[in-house]
């Protein structure tokens, strides 16, 4: 799938940036029919009912392909077994914004004016009327800080075969990464995982930089 459809789909809101790169050695693999295993990578999350969610997500796009999903506690008859993590740090960040001044020239006045000849003086008096004019006055810099949150999710696949005999290679591995304020992982992961297994398993070696909706 091309990164244009990628787009599309991702939609046109709010975005955020996903940097996304994948490797694998599945060109040419059928997938229908095949078997797989999935989970989180870390054990103390498995029972997390909010990464159960992701675990379903992840199964839901690898069934749409064909595939069939077994129970974890069945690893040993499937053909692929499914690993995926997701990891967030976060830094203080200064920033700063130059803030410009103006100032206003013309509009309404008052004059009082005194006018003398042969026979006397006599004043006139009243107000003088113009547009008013902005005038740039020079600007001023707001220095402020802010949380910038790292986001990493990868999905990690294995030959269950392979791994039992000692070869851990994976056959695939992605990766999504991302930058910015929030840490909404409700709303977060299921966009990173979007664009992982769109267009699974997607071009070996190659890195993509979009922006998804938010």
């Known amino acids: 799938m091309s990164l244009l459809v990628i ?5 046109c809101a709010t975005r955020v940036e996903v940097e996304k790169k994948v490797f694998h050695t599945l060109d040419g693999t059928n997938f229908s029919g095949k078997t797989f295993i999935v989970g989180t ?7 997390n009912l909010e990464f159960r969610n992701y675990t379903d997500l992840i199964a839901k796009y690898l069934t749409s392909k064909g595939m069939k999903r077994i129970p974890v506690s069945e690893i040993e008859k499937s053909d692929f077994s499914v690993f995926y993590s997701f990891a967030m740090t976060s830094s203080q960040e200064v920033g700063s914004v130059s803030v410009p001044h103006f100032t206003t020239t013309g509009g309404t006045s008052n004059f009082n004016a005194t006018t003398y000849s042969s026979s006397g003086s006599y004043n006139t008096y009243g107000t003088v009327s113009s547009f008013p004019t902005l005038q740039y006055a020079g600007s001023s810099t707001n ?18 075969s392979n ?7 994976p056959v695939y591995q992605s990766t999504v990464h991302s930058e910015g304020s929030s840490r909404d992982t409700v709303r977060l992961i299921p966009i990173f995982i979007n664009a992982l297994l769109l267009d699974f398993p ?13």
């Open 163 to 169: 791994f039992k005999n000692g070869d851990k290679t």
């Open 41 to 47: 990578a870390d054990p103390a999350l498995s029972n």
């Open 143 to 160: 220095v402020y800080t802010y949380t910038n949150y790292i986001r990493e999710f990868k999905i990690i696949i294995y030959s269950t």
């Open 7 to 11: 787009f599309f789909v991702c939609g």
């Open 202 to 214: 997607s071009v070996s070696g190659k890195s993509e930089t979009f922006e998804c909706e938010f």
